[in-house]
C-alpha cells in the first residue's frame, strides 16, 4: 500500500533520469553511459572518483552537454508544470501555454526586449524573462476575455480566441525581427525553440523564476482539485476562488514565459505531457502538477536527442520536434473532445 | 437555524427575489416550490452566499454570511448541486474529501481527524463501498448521494439541496430524500430543498414555502400550502389536491 503511493513518483523520477543520462550521452561524439554518470558524480562533493576519461569529453560533456540538459530540463517542467496548471485554471484538458496564445505572448515582450538590447549583460539577460511575463499576463487577460462566455469557457472560443491573439503576437513578433538588422538570425532560430544562447548564464538567469513560480503551482493542487467542481461549487466549498485563479495565472503565466524567454516557443509540451501524466496516474492535481513538470522534463530532454541526431550534424530546433509529435496529438484531443463537447 | 431578511436578490438589470423572509428552524425540512424561473434556484445560490444579496440578509445561526470569508461560510452552510458535469475520472473518495476546503486553507492536506470525518459521512450515505470507484462509472443516483456525503463531510449546520432528485428514477428519488430526512432528524440540520415534484415535497418537507412574483406567497405544513386554489393561482392551470391513502399526505393531480 505504502509502495503503491510512491509508485508514480518513483516511475517517473526514474524516467528522468534516464533520459537525462541518454541525453548526456547521446550525440556527434558518444559517451559512454557509466562514464557519463561518472564525470556527473565527480562534480558533486564528497565524492572521489579518478579522472580517466579524454580531455575532449570533458570539454564536451560540461561545457556543452550538461548545461544544454540542465536548461532543457528546466524549460520542460516550466511547461510542463504550467502546462497542467492552465487545464485546471480553464478547466479544459486542450489548454497548453502554447495553444491558448502565452507562449506567442511571452515570446513577444521577450524579442521586444532583446530588441531593445536588454540583454546586453549579465543583468539584462535575467530581465527578458520579465518582459516575456508582462507579455504573458497581457496574452492571458486578453485571451480570457475573449473566450470566457458568461462563467464558463468553451473549448471552442478558448482555442479561437488563443489563435487569433497568437497569430497577432506572432506577426508583431516577425515584424521586430524583420525591423532589427542584427542577429536576425539567432533570434529566428530561438522563435522556433532552439537552445541556442549556450553556456550557464541561462540556467542561472532562469533558476529563480521557476524556483519561485513552481513552487507556488505544486502547493495549489487541492484547491485547484476543488475548482474542477465549477466556480460556484468550489466558492461554496469555501475557496477564495478569484484569488486562486489570480494567483495560478500569474505563477503559470510567469513559468510559460520564463521557458519560453531561454528556450523560444515549444509547442505542446504542456498539452502532451499533462494529458498522459493523467492518464497513468490519475486526475488529481496534487499529483498531477509536480508529475506533468518533472514528465515535462524528461519529454523535452528526448526530444532534444531527437533533434540533434535526426539529421546530424545538423542540428533541428527542439520545437520542431514537440510539434511533430505534438500537433497530431492535439488533433486526437480535439476530435475525441467533439464526442464530449457536452462535457465541457 | 437559517434566516433570510427582507432578502433581495437578482442579477444585473434584473430582480428575482423582492424582500423575501424565511426561516428554517435545526431539525426542519423546508422546501421552497414554485414554477420554472421563480426564483428556487437563486434563492438557493444566494442562501448560500455565492450571490450577493441587492439588499438584506442570510443569517445561519445568527452570523450574517455576507460578512464571512468563503471558508467561514462553507463552515455554516453547505450546498448538494445537482450532480451533473462533475470531473469523471476523480474517485468517490477524492469527491467526498474536498468537503473538508473550509478547515485546510491552500496549503493544507487532511488529517486523522478529517479523514474520520469524510469516513462518517460516507457511511451514513451508503458511499463507502464506492470509495475507489471513478465518478462517471456511477449512477446517478450514486452521484447525488456522494454530493450528500461531501455537503456531510463539511460539518456545517445548515444544508442547502438544489433538485436533488432531477435525473433521478423513482427509486432513487426515493433513497436520496430518505436520506435527507433521516440526517435531518439525526444531526439536527437546518435542511432547504429546492424541489419541483409537489408529491415529493408532500412526503418529505416538514414545511412548504410557496414562490410567486418574488416572494414567499404562502409557507405553512404541506396540507396547508398545497391546496388546489394556491397551486392553481401559482402554476397557472387545474389542479387537484386529493388524500394519499398511504400516508394521508396531499396527492397534486394536474389537469382537467
New interface residues.
Partial sequence: MKLRRYLPWIWTAGALLAAGLANAAIGAVAIPLDMVARMVLARLPLLEIEANWPATFATILYEIRLPNLVLTGLTGLALGGSGAAFQALFRNPLADPYVIGIASGAGLGAVLAMALRWPADGLGMAAVPVAGFLGALITVAVVYRLSSVGRTTPVTTLILAGVAVSSFATALTSLILLLSTSELHRAVTWMVGGFSLGGWAPVLASLPYLVLSLGVLVTLGRPLDVLQFGDEQATQLGLDVDRLKLVVVVSASLAAATAVSFSGIIAFVGLVVPHLTRLLWGPSYRRLIPLAALGGASFLLLADILARSLLSPRELPVGVVTSVVGAPFFLYLLARAKRNLRAW | MIELKQLSVGYPGLTVLRELDLRVEAGEVLAVVGPNGVGKSTLV?AA???LRPLAGSVEIDGLRLHEL???????M???V?QAS???????AL?VVI??R??Y?G????EGELDHRLVAEAMARTETLGLAQRRVGELSGGEQQRLLIA?ALA?GAPAMLLDEPTAHLDLRHQDRVLKLVRRLTNDQGLSVLLALHDLNLVARFADRVALLSDGQVRKIGRPQEVLTPEELAAVYGIQIHVMTNPFDGKPLVLAGD
Fill in positions: 445560490r448560500s452566499g455565492a470569508t468563503p471558508a467561514q461560510r462553507a463552515r452552510v453547505s450546498v448541486p458535469n462533475l470531473p469523471p475520472a476523480f474517485t477524492d474536498l468537503g476546503t473550509p485546510l491552500w496549503l493544507g492536506t461531501r463539511q
